[in-house]
């Protein structure tokens, strides 16, 4: 829809800065899409001013405040169910194909999820793609998470060339995968069989070679590698990595690095536990906040050398 309102025409070279020049001064009126004519820009200000003429623009489309949800892949969670929200979310991107809500918290021994279909295909699952990898998730059959993509690429950068690494509770792969260019060997141990289905397909369709797959549980890992068989252990479980940390320390190399993944009310709840073991050195970050109480750290762990 085409709007009459007051311009003023400037050089194309000198448009941005003019712009930034009416905005600060309070007179753009960017509601309405500037346009080229003959070589000049035409810029819509909000009154009459000197040298301003009237023209038609274009209006700028509003931008839809959309409902709260985290989006995992073409699969939009929301926290509520509510059909009014969910409808709005999936008419906003057309590659959000479903929306879902939790019937529950992450519960059993699988880590897994329920989910009631809020709008789009009856489905939780839908690939993702992160720095470049390619991952099939189906959320009633494996937890995941978008939000570690960054944590993830971290660890990636804090390698060396050629390590062997553990990942204890591997999901679908998305650590195992992540580091699987800089690693030499990726163990990738899950209990869940559902979960480690999911990682085989998605190893394959990376055409990735070094990542093996284990359906283990992690308290037993310990009885099947040798002590201090891996430069890095990742520990992803945050809602119980502590009864698993005295295997990690058994399985990682003397100066090579766990990963501990814990959910905690306050700031440095873990080091009590964690320093009961033989460490060279603990740093701590806080990854996310996971709700009103509690944020989602991580425990970077050196081993003595």
Not at 176 to 196: E, H, I, Q, R, T
Not at 209 to 219: E, K, M, S, T
Request: hydrophobic share 40%.
């Amino acid at each position: 829809m085409e709007v009459l309102q007051w311009y003023i025409t400037v050089d194309l070279k000198e448009g941005e800065r003019k712009r930034q020049e009416l905005k600060e001064l309070g007179l753009l009126d960017n509601t309405l899409r500037p346009r080229n004519h003959g070589g000049r820009l035409l810029i819509p200000v909000d009154r009459e001013i000197a040298g301003a003429e009237r023209g038609h623009f274009e209006q700028v489309p509003r931008r839809v405040k959309l409902p709260r949800h985290e989006q995992v892949g073409g699969l939009a969670i929301i926290q509520e169910y509510n059909e009014e929200n969910a409808g709005i979310i999936l008419r906003s991107n057309p590659s959000t194909h479903t929306v879902l809500v939790p019937e529950g918290a992450v519960e059993g021994e699988f880590r897994t999820r329920r989910f009631r279909v809020a709008a789009g295909e009856p489905t939780t699952s839908t690939r993702c793609l992160e720095y470049g990898i390619r991952m099939d998730i189906d959320l009633s059959v494996a937890y995941f998470s978008p939000r570690l993509a960054n944590e993830r690429q971290r660890i990636a950068s804090m390698m060396e060339t050629g390590e062997e690494v553990l990942d204890m509770f591997t999901g679908v792969g998305p650590f195992a995968l992540s580091l699987s260019g800089k690693a030499n060997v990726v163990w990738a141990s899950d209990l869940n069989p559902g979960a480690v289905s999911l990682m085989i397909k998605n190893i394959r369709m990376n055409r990735i070679r070094n990542i093996i797959p284990v359906v283990a549980d992690a308290g037993r890992l310990h009885r099947i590698f040798d002590p201090g068989s891996f430069d890095r252990i990742i520990m992803n479980l945050p809602m119980g990595p502590l009864p698993f940390l005295e295997s990690a320390f058994e399985l990682c190399r003397a100066g090579g690095t766990i990963h501990m993944y814990a959910l905690q009310e306050s700031e440095g709840a873990m080091l009590p536990h964690i320093e009961q073991f033989p460490y060279k050195n603990i740093s701590e970050r806080e990854v996310r906040s996971y709700s009103p109480a509690l944020h989602h750290a991580v425990y970077d762990i050196t081993l003595k050398g």
